[in-house]
């Protein structure tokens, strides 16, 4: 018996907009999902008779079809037909698809950070090189929309197994993402730690601030490197530490220059932000040796350590056998994935955990739920692993074409911090003032950071330099960006 068409009972908002027309039609699809006018379940009528109904050509309805059917929204049927798939409503509401399809149109994440302006704030930027940024444009489409599909479905209870076709749990809890961290950790940083000492908050910031309650260091002293990261310093002032800057050298900071009164220090072994330096075996031991002697915490943030090019690996200070108890270790998803997803994450001692805990508790600075879902599907399917392979690809060619056309067009500068991350510093030896360089550089079209804004008191660098993330940068804009920044430090320097 012939079966009969299923006819078209939503409307789809094709309002002119960039990007390719298949793909317009699939956020406008979309959008009837998340209205409700299609629901889960739901067969869908066929290209040809949406093509017809709309006034479309059926290969760009074809392609909606395969772009919602990639990302997990649709499911092709045995003889052909398309169903929308369970969980696709809840996906859709909760933003799934963001602005932008997995596809030619760029893959759905959440933006990194607001476009970078010129000092009026009137227009973008031709080169953003701020750093500290990932490039959310390398992450597979298919891979996001599928873990935020699954991260949308309704909580379960412990032990309650999901009804998506298939059965499975959906990893929808914070003890799901602290597994899945932990296996992260291992796999990446060769870091070995108990799931049950992880604690995922919404940045890192926020994660500073708890662990500076939770470890009584309100009113202490701090040590902190110098240069260093301004967002963490603040962090740690506002919640009450005192924070003593330490200069730092080519390889970070050194244990001789630890005080007695320090109740802790704050540090980036694995690539030191920002000058870029990797602490060397010799000197964490030093480090994690003075620590123990003068009861000293430290504070170790792995901001970027998954990244490093043509180098051996170095273990985070957390993974080495005296650390275990004097050691807390912080992470972020922004510099792997995106700022837009906010979780990050502290390792913290035993003894330190049941404080955590209830500090957690009475504050309220927890991650969303469809974040940490998110994020815990997201490592379990294996697509994290396979995004930073890929990534790491990118962002080393992506380096090595703008360090080369650095040396080539600004032969006055050294790169600095070249070996891991996804930032290098311009360092100048003769007198420049960096703060007035990005400021020129703004206004013609390129973002990036002066070194003296990193150093705790306000003033001239010790050495001028320029902060230059190159993860957003292509390829083909390197030479450009390269050859603006000399034309700008020469003007500056001949004035």
């Not at 392609?63 to 369970?86: D, I, N």
């Not at 072994?269 to 920002?274: G, L, T, Y």
Request: charge should be positive.
């Amino acid at each position: 018996m012939a079966r009969s068409a299923t006819p078209v009972n939503f409307t789809l908002d094709l309002t002119p907009a960039a990007g390719p027309r298949s793909g317009q039609v699939a956020r406008a699809m979309i959008e009837a999902i998340a209205a409700g006018q299609v629901q889960d379940g739901d067969r869908l009528p066929s290209t040809r008779t949406v093509a017809v109904t709309f006034g479309l050509a059926r290969a760009v309805v074809v392609g909606a079809y395969e772009e919602l059917t990639a990302a997990g929204f649709l499911v092709t049927l045995p003889g052909g037909s398309t169903r929308v798939e369970h969980g696709a409503s809840a996906a859709a509401r909760a933003g799934a698809f963001g602005a932008a399809l997995p596809a030619a149109a760029g893959p759905a994440v959440p933006a990194s950070g607001p476009p970078a302006r010129d000092p009026a704030g009137t227009r973008p930027v031709r080169y953003d090189l701020r750093p500290g940024q990932a490039d959310p444009q390398l992450i597979a489409g298919r891979d996001w929309s599928r873990a935020m599909r699954v991260a949308a479905l309704p909580a379960r209870e412990p032990g309650e197994l999901d009804s998506r076709p298939g059965g499975g749990t959906a990893p929808l809890s914070h003890a799901d993402l602290r597994e899945q961290l932990a296996s992260h950790l291992r796999r990446l940083r060769g870091l070995a730690v108990d799931p049950a000492g992880i604690f995922v908050f919404p940045s890192v910031t926020l994660a500073l601030r708890a662990v500076a309650a939770v470890c009584g260091l309100g009113g202490a002293r701090v040590a902190f490197e110098d240069p260093g990261y301004a967002k963490a310093r603040r962090a740690l002032a506002d919640a009450g530490v005192t924070i003593r800057p330490v200069p730092v050298d080519e390889d970070g900071i050194s244990a001789r220059d630890l005080r007695a009164a320090d109740r802790a220090v704050y540090v980036t072994p694995a690539h030191q932000f920002p000058l870029g330096g990797r602490m060397p075996a010799s000197r964490r031991a030093e480090l994690l040796a003075r620590a123990a002697a003068q009861d000293i915490l430290v504070l170790e943030d792995d901001y970027d350590g998954e990244f490093r090019y043509d180098v051996p690996p170095l273990t985070p200070l957390r993974a080495m056998p005296a650390a275990a108890d004097r050691v807390i270790y912080f992470g972020t998803s922004s510099k792997i994935l995106s700022r837009g997803l906010r979780v990050s994450w502290a390792v913290l001692p035993a003894r330190f955990r049941a404080a955590m805990t209830d500090y957690l508790d009475r504050s309220g600075d927890s991650v969303s739920r469809v974040s940490t879902a998110f994020l815990a599907g997201y490592i379990a399917s294996g697509a994290l692993t396979r995004h930073h392979s890929r990534a790491m690809r990118t962002y080393r060619a992506r380096q090595a074409r703008f360090v080369a056309a650095c040396r080539e067009h600004i032969p006055g500068a050294r790169a600095l911090g070249i070996e891991a991350g996804l930032h290098v510093v311009l360092a100048f030896d003769g007198e420049l003032d960096d703060a007035a360089a990005a400021a020129r550089l703004a206004g013609r079209g390129l973002a990036c950071v002066p070194l003296s804004a990193f150093y705790a008191s306000p003033g001239p660098a010790r050495v001028p330099g320029l902060v230059c993330g190159y993860s957003r940068l292509p390829e083909t804009s390197a030479a450009a960006a390269a050859a603006l920044i000399g034309e700008v430090t020469r003007e500056l320097a001949q004035a």
